[in-house]
């Protein structure tokens, strides 16, 4: 079956400007999770939605950045005015369930490049 | 706040040899850990996910082991194939809505 995709898989965007990106779960997981991976401080999770809320959004650096779902499917990450720092490839995964207990299946990222 | 260390953080074996990789994290309070293969420029591969509960869990040539009390746990390969040749991050699940802790992972080469 398909899995989780992402789009776009690369964005080369300029300082100042705002970027969408899209995370297509798994069809019929219901929780969606973000994560950002960088080079100095590698895989660091940002946001993680249940349904269409986000109940833990503790991981998003700075009031730029924010995510939402809807219809408990697709997801986009914002990111208003880049900065250079936020050039990393971002990841969305899926799990089957909500919790612990559930693996999480990765997409393939987003490489985002801000000059 | 939780750390999770992955030593060594490279690795290279001939092919055939068993591949022995291990993690560590500081709070023992974790739910679960999950072990991933990435391939470069790619995204994350789940290989095995291990409950709190367990103390290992084997897919083929994979076996994990888990000890909370040392806060330790190992990924073992058997038989490694070049294929094997990735980065393997282990990664632990840190609350109840499955938020991952990923160590810095281990870059591992199988030379044939």
């Known amino acids: 079956g398909a899995g989780v995709s992402q789009s776009p898989s690369n964005k080369v965007t300029e300082k100042g400007k705002d970027v969408e990106l899209r995370c297509d779960p798994i069809?019929?997981?219901?929780?969606l999770y973000w994560y950002r991976q960088s080079l100095g401080q590698g895989l660091e999770f940002l946001i993680y939605f249940q349904g269409n809320s986000a109940p833990d959004k503790s991981g998003l650096p700075s009031d730029r950045f924010s995510a939402e779902r809807t219809g408990g499917s697709v997801s986009t990450l914002t990111i208003q005015r880049t900065q250079q720092e936020d050039s990393a490839v971002y990841l969305c995964?899926?799990?089957?369930?909500?919790?612990?207990?559930?693996?999480?299946?990765f997409g393939p990222g987003t490489r985002l490049t801000v000059t | 706040k939780q750390e999770v260390t992955q030593i060594p953080a490279a690795l290279s074996v001939p092919e055939g040899e068993n591949l022995v990789l291990n993690c560590s994290f500081t709070?023992?309070?974790?739910?679960?850990l999950q072990w991933f293969r990435q391939d470069p420029g790619k995204g994350l591969t789940s290989l095995l996910l291990i409950q709190s509960s367990q103390r290992e869990q084997t897919s083929g040539r994979l076996n994990a082991s888990l000890d909370k009390s040392s806060g330790r746990s190992t990924l073992y390969i058997a038989a490694s194939q070049p294929g094997d040749s990735a980065t393997y991050l282990c990664a632990a699940i840190t609350d109840s809505w499955g938020k991952l802790q990923f160590g810095a992972g281990t870059q591992v080469v199988v030379t044939p």
């Open positions: 709070d023992s309070a974790i739910y679960n």
């Open positions: 069809s019929g997981h219901t929780a």
């Open positions: 995964a899926s799990s089957p369930g909500q919790g612990s207990s559930y693996e999480q299946y």
